[in-house]
Structures are given as structure tokens and as C-alpha cells.
């Protein structure tokens, strides 16, 4: 399958760049130096005006002065000629006045009880703290202060004044700590993975964000000789397309590695439609997971994984989050018909 970013670059193999370069003058070739130094077209990171080059004509006005913008801009409100209304304002009200409905006034009327005269005379000769003693017994709390309650009912049940308190406490909040950096030495284990070195089975880069994009195309390169390495993981390093680029290129040589994890990046449809080209043919990775890059991969990417799952039988577990309901149905399918597959092989002693 030719790649959407390789399609127009079949015409320039047969360009003789010396040729090229001969033809230009000495101030065209330090003008290419120049701009050479300066951009960088592949680094996703660096914003648009350092990735081409500056094509602004007009000559720079010296240093940004905001007094002199702003007079400036004044200058321009006050001399542009405001656009004349199509119809006239007229001070005039059309339309419906709103008038808001009046609710009905609730009128509440006191009622009015008759009690037995000694009840009566009763709660007349009755003391404060009579009264106070009767209104904890009944559960009108709202008639008396929480120490006057703690005298009626607490006492009684061994319960002091301090637990009466007029205060709502909310519950205790725990610390949250945020996650320890990621100890992985760069530089050592790339290092270790070039020397081939039989105790590094797992290599583990996630959340270093300061990995430069070549240092990560080292990683896929030395991986490509590798034979000790099976799970490879680097989510949330900022990777792009040039990296998936260099890791589709390992996984068509590698025969080793068995897991990989590339989530959390910078990778687009095209680094995406890399990779799943190189796992047409790969036969000994059964664990991958790409899942929440910074763009949506799109239809045609999500329908080119589903084709893919559905021709590699080795792929055991896939992370992405489908946004389609074809490409998720069939790729569903493909994964439990893979692990169906594993399940009687193992069944049959195969395995």
C-alpha cells in the first residue's frame, strides 16, 4: 500500500542533487545554510513560523511600542467612516409590552387551639427550664440551644457538652501526590539496548516529555537488531509521525518484540497508516495500543486498522477507542477471533 506522504515522492529519485547544487550562486547556497539552520519541517512541536520560512515583505517599523499601537488604532476608529443603517433608528417600541403575571398572595391564618384547662395552667406556671425539658423530650430541638438538649438528653447517656456543636465539620481531605518521575536513564538504556544486553527485557520511557525525536528514532533503529527486548513503551513522550515512522520500519525487521505502547502522542492518521502497513507482515507482536493521540486518526485510518486486525491473527489485544461503528464491530470481531485461535491451540497442545 503506498502511504499518502510517499506518494509524490517517486519523481525525485532520479534528481541529481549535486548537479542541483552546482547550478547555484554563492548567495542562493548561504541563503539554503541559513534556512537550514533555522527550520525544521518535521518537528511538530516548534510553531508554523519556525518550521518555513519567513515571507513577510514588509520591512520591520523598529521595536513594539503600545502607546504608539494604540494611538495608532484610535487614529483608525476615529478617521473610518461608520456604515449608514439600512433603516433609520427611530426611538420607536414595537411590539408587546411585557406585562408579568401576578401570583396569587398565599394567606396563612393562625389556628387556634383550645386546651384542657389544667394543661393549660399547667404550661402557664411551667419554668423555663420546664419548658426546655418538655421540648427535647417531644424532638423540638429548634426550641432550644444544643447545650439546653445536652442537659435534658445527654447527661443521661454519658454524652458531653462538646458533642453538641452548632458546626457541620466536613470529613478530612487526603493528599493526593502526584506520580514519581520516571527514573528510566535515556541515554543507559539506549545504550544497553545497541549492546544487545540480555537482561533488558522491558524498556520503559513514559511521561519523559525531554526525549529529543531523534533520540527516539535511535530507539527504533538499535531495536531493529534487538533480540533480547519484548515490551517497549514511550506514551506520553510527545512522539510523532517520524518516530511511527521509524518504529514501522523495526517492526518490519524485529522478531522479537511483543509488546508496544505509543499512546498519549503526537501521531496523526499518516504515522498510524505506517505502522499498520508494517503489521500486515509482522507475526510476533501480539500486544499494541495507540489510543488518545492528540488529533483523531480518522475514518480511513480506523478502516485500514480493522482490515489489518482482521489479516494478522497473531495481534491479541488492540488499545484504541474506536470513533466508527464499522471499523470498532470489525475489529472486535478480529480480536476474539485471534484469542478463539490461541484458546485451541493451546487446547490442541500447540501451544
Do not use: W
Not at 492528540?294 to 480511513?300: A, D, F, S, V
Not at 478502516?303 to 461503528?325: D, P, R, S
Amino acid at each position: 500500500m503506498t502511504l499518502p506522504f510517499r506518494k509524490d515522492l517517486d519523481k525525485y529519485k532520479d534528481l541529481d542533487e549535486d548537479e542541483i547544487l552546482g547550478k547555484l550562486s554563492e548567495e542562493e547556497l548561504k541563503q539554503l545554510e541559513t534556512v537550514l539552520d533555522d527550520l525544521d519541517p518535521e518537528n511538530a512541536l516548534l510553531p508554523a513560523g519556525f518550521r518555513q520560512k519567513d515571507q513577510t515583505a514588509k520591512k520591520a517599523s523598529g521595536p513594539f511600542d503600545r502607546e504608539r499601537l494604540l494611538a495608532y488604532l484610535e487614529k483608525q476608529a476615529l478617521e473610518h467612516k461608520d456604515r449608514e443603517d439600512y433603516v433609520p433608528f427611530t426611538r420607536e417600541k414595537k411590539g408587546k409590552i411585557f406585562i408579568p403575571k401576578q401570583k396569587p398572595v398565599q394567606s396563612y391564618t393562625e389556628e387556634k387551639f383550645t386546651l384542657d384547662p389544667e394543661l393549660e395552667e399547667a404550661l402557664t406556671s411551667a419554668t423555663d427550664t420546664e419548658l426546655g425539658d418538655l421540648a427535647a423530650i417531644l424532638g423540638m430541638s429548634n426550641l432550644i440551644t444544643n447545650y439546653e438538649l445536652c442537659d435534658v438528653v445527654g447527661n443521661r447517656n454519658g454524652v458531653d457538652k462538646d458533642s453538641f456543636s452548632d458546626i457541620v465539620k466536613g470529613e478530612k481531605m487526603l493528599p493526593v501526590f502526584d506520580e514519581p518521575p520516571n527514573p528510566t536513564n535515556v541515554e543507559e538504556t539506549l545504550q544497553r539496548i545497541k549492546d544487545n544486553d540480555s537482561r533488558l527485557v522491558e524498556v520503559n520511557l513514559n511521561n519523559i516529555k525531554n526525549i529529543p525525536i531523534p533520540t527516539l528514532k535511535e530507539f527504533a533503529k538499535a531495536l531493529e537488531t534487538n533480540t533480547h527486548v519484548k515490551h517497549f513503551s514511550l506514551a506520553a513522550t510527545r512522539s510523532n509521525d517520524p518516530v511511527a515512522v521509524a518504529l514501522a520500519d523495526m517492526l518490519r525487521v524485529n522478531t522479537k518484540l511483543r509488546s508496544l505502547n505509543i499512546e498519549s502522542n503526537f501521531i496523526t492518521g499518516v504515522g498510524i497508516l505506517a505502522l499498520v502497513d508494517a503489521l500486515k507482515d509482522n507475526e510476533t507482536l501480539t500486544e499494541i495500543k495507540i489510543d488518545n493521540q492528540r488529533q483523531q486518526l480518522g475514518t480511513i485510518a480506523e478502516v485500514e486498522i480493522a482490515k489489518m486486525l482482521e489479516e494478522n491473527t497473531k495481534i491479541l489485544k488492540f488499545g484504541y477507542h474506536f470513533t466508527q461503528q464499522g471499523p470498532r464491530a470489525r475489529a472486535a470481531a478480529a480480536i476474539t477471533k485471534n484469542n478463539d485461535l490461541v484458546r485451541k491451540r493451546r487446547v490442541e497442545g500447540d501451544i
